[in-house]
């Protein structure tokens, strides 16, 4: 399997996961944490469903993993999501040491349905051609934006 592979199946799981919830009457991401290509821990947007603004995918992974190893240090661990983590999540992964984040649809993608949090990244003046853990967008073929983000 080359790392291209191994990046989408875990990809794969998140945008399943992220489908799942918007099946339940969640926001369309989920988030799967990994370490040396064994599961740490999945999460997906709860924030509507207990009204918590931090229930993040990427931060539900994160705390699920610190509960289930009893601690919060991630380091080489890499972070998978549906969509581009906005602020909180980027800086949680970076406060965990999470090493890297691959994502499936970006800020751009996002947009058209409302869920784009550049504003954020612009009102906080993150710089995203130096973000504080590398970040890539990686493709999955047949799989447009609308697919998740339509129903949602």
């Known amino acids: 399997m080359t790392d291209t592979d191994g990046h989408r199946k875990w990809l794969d799981q998140a945008v399943d996961l992220a489908m799942e919830n918007v099946a339940m009457g969640g926001r369309p991401f989920g988030a799967v944490l990994v370490r040396e290509g064994q599961l740490l821990a999945t999460g997906v947007n709860r924030m509507l469903a207990i009204h918590d603004p931090s229930s993040h995918a990427e931060m539900e992974a994160l705390r699920k993993a610190g509960a289930d190893m009893g601690t919060t ?80």
């Open 73 to 152: 240090d991630m380091s080489g661990a890499v972070l998978y999501a549906s969509g581009q983590p906005c602020p909180m999540c980027l800086a949680a992964a970076y406060m965990t040491g999470v090493s890297a984040i691959y994502y499936v649809y970006d800020n751009a993608d996002a947009e058209p349905f409302g869920f784009s949090s550049q504003a954020t990244y612009d009102a906080l003046g993150v710089d995203m051609d130096r973000p504080a853990v590398p970040m890539s967008k990686v493709d999955l073929p047949g799989l447009p934006p609308a697919a998740l983000y339509k129903n949602a």
